[in-house]
């Protein structure tokens, strides 16, 4: 087991990653103020690690309730943030009852999200079950949920008590779901981490192979890379902002295309290579940069390129995103690769010229 630390202050917490954690009960019982948890699940995870993960936790004395939601991108909302409510009401749930997200990305947003809300505020635990869940989407604190006009806009910065990345779930991952994690562990060596990104070059069969050890190295770079920017930038007035490369354009292809059509991960790779063909427009990135991009993102099954959904399509549902400011849309986009800015001031005739000329991949 490795163990990296998000450092805020009185709010640090640690990050367990390896295999068979889910088995060892001592990684959780430690930041449980009480010995009563609801664990969150959905009804694909539940089959395959609810009983061996809550078992482990009775013998301890934990008295566990479970809730098994709704699997997918298209559940991420009110509907199914109040299930949980009910159930922590139903419970009795208290302040110092905990909450479990156990599964991908959708789980421990709502999780988070619940718990940051709950009684104004529970305990929260992240065990990710998902590749993009393990190394993005559990760690920062960043929770919520959907709305139909935009993704991620109604939530809460709420931070886990721990985060307990078990790698042997990845066994029983889809390989459409491995593929879509790695969109953001590439994401990482694009905005800062040029080394990572010439390792993911030279490993991506390994990753697709599922081979153990090239796992952990990338779950442990990614989960580096971000505790790193959110330790210096918890609330996204700044730097923090980076993670957010190929965001802008992938909600807007998450919305667009429907929630759950196309999954995030492949969303965020669509999006990515819209950044970088714009920053080659603005004069940054060259012809071949942004084919490397692409080059990668293939390698890793992703698509690489964006759906047609008009120009108009875009800016509507790219107008609806926390990055505006001032009611001008902040694009992340590359320097070059392995180094990210932020632009307000993207020419309107570049931005278009940017979303006509990409159609869906081959």
Known sequence: MQTLTVDLGDRSYPIHIGTGLLEQPQLILEHLPIKQAVIVTNTTVAPLYLDKFSTGLERNGVAVTPVILPDGEEFKNWETLNRIFDALLESRAERKTTLVALGGGVIGDLTGFAAACYQRGVPFIQVPTT?????DSSVGGKT??????????????YQPRVVLA???????????????????????????DLPFFDWLEE??????????????YAIRRSCENKAAVVAADEKEGGIRAYLNLGHTFGHAIEAGMGYGVWLHGEAVAGGTVLAADLSRR?????????????????RARLPDAAPD???????????????????KIRFVLLRRIGEAFISGDVPAEQLAATLEGHVLPR
Not at 131 to 135: A, D, F, I, K
Not at 173 to 184: H, I, N, Q, V, W
């Open 203 to 216: 490993n991506m069969d390994r990753l697709l192979a599922r081979d153990p050890e090239a796992l952990a």
């Open 131 to 135: 590749l993009l869940s393990q190394v």
């Open 282 to 298: 603005l004069g940054h990135l060259s012809d071949a940069d942004v084919e490397r991009i692409r080059a990668l993102l293939r």
């Open 144 to 157: 919520g949920i959907n709305h139909p006009l935009g993704k991620n806009m109604i939530g809460a910065f």
């Open 309 to 327: 959904l008009g120009v108009e399509a875009y800016l509507k549902a790219m107008e609806i995103d926390k990055k505006v400011e001032g009611g």
């Open 166 to 192: 078990d790698t042997a779930t990845l066994n029983t991952l889809p390989d459409r779901e491995l593929s879509a994690g790695l969109a953001e562990v590439i994401k990482y060596g694009l905005i800062g």
